[in-house]
């Protein structure tokens, strides 16, 4: 069967990912993984030449970037990445055998968008690693509009209203509304969805979008068929609030 169109996990093959890791054995086999992905890749063993690399041509689009190098902390390149201008906004997942609480910290204060502890599996990574260039992706759209058409959204306020009248949704559910309306038109995975908007610990499942899709159509109402269902694929939000489906 043929993949939908617009899907939002299409063609990566221009995503460029820097591994930075100086055990080779593990460079080889995400290399492997990520190449059979269609992902590009290079490689760093030491923090000295991952800086290089990131601030070189063709720039990569995310760093695997390992907490413990021969020559200094993934902290210090993480922190080094963000400082500078050319390299401040590159997105960064950090791998490492320690998950301590202060140790994810640590990452996320240096600057790391996302962490991953060793020993991973290989489905995992990649499900984050399209969230977090998912993410990248949007930040550069447009926000979601402040309304479209019988719907209205305050994003900072965790609120919606349809016609006028509040809609009363969970955390979740309204993180999954904003979600949709930023893509519309464009069709969401399952397994994205959940990779971006749930905890990376919690113990959910697809089937859990699916149960959360439901409640929220029921929730919109009278502009339900905004959220279009794609079998097998995911879910899109209509393009356009005139569509003969969302009147």
Do not use: N
């Not at 996990?9 to 460029?16: E, I, V």
């Not at 390992?66 to 400082?83: F, I, S, Y």
């Not at 904003?178 to 499942?205: H, Q």
Request: hydrophobic letters at 45%; aromatic letters at 6%.
């Amino acid at each position: 069967m043929s993949p939908p169109p617009e899907s939002a996990d299409a063609d990566p093959t221009s995503r460029l990912i820097l591994i930075v890791e100086d055990e080779l054995d593990l460079v080889a086999v995400l290399e492997h993984a990520l190449e059979r992905e269609k992902f590009q890749t290079r490689a760093a063993a030491t923090g000295r030449r991952a800086l290089e690399l990131a601030g070189g041509r063709p720039q990569p689009d995310l760093v695997l970037l390992d907490l413990m190098l021969p020559d200094m902390a993934g902290t210090v390149v993480c922190e080094q990445l963000r400082t500078d201008p050319r390299t401040a906004s590159m997105p960064v997942i950090m791998m490492t055998a320690r998950g301590a609480e202060h140790e994810r910290i640590l990452g996320f204060e240096a600057g790391a968008d996302d962490y991953v502890v060793k020993p991973f599996s290989m489905r995992e990574l990649l499900l984050r690693i399209r969230a977090v260039l998912r993410r990248r992706d949007l930040a550069a759209q447009p926000p979601a509009p402040p309304s479209f058409g019988r719907l209205r959204i305050d994003a900072a306020g965790y609120r919606a209203w349809v016609d006028d009248v509040e809609v009363s949704l969970t955390q979740l559910e309204f993180c999954l509304l904003v979600a949709l309306v930023e893509a519309r038109g464009r069709v969401l995975s399952r397994e994205s969805l959940l990779a971006e908007i749930w905890p990376a610990d919690a113990a959910v499942t697809t089937r859990t979008i699916d149960m959360h899709m439901l409640r929220l159509r029921r929730k919109l109402g009278p502009i339900g068929e905004y959220v279009q269902t794609l079998r097998s694929f995911g879910y899109r939000f209509t393009r356009s609030p005139d569509s003969e489906k969302a009147r």
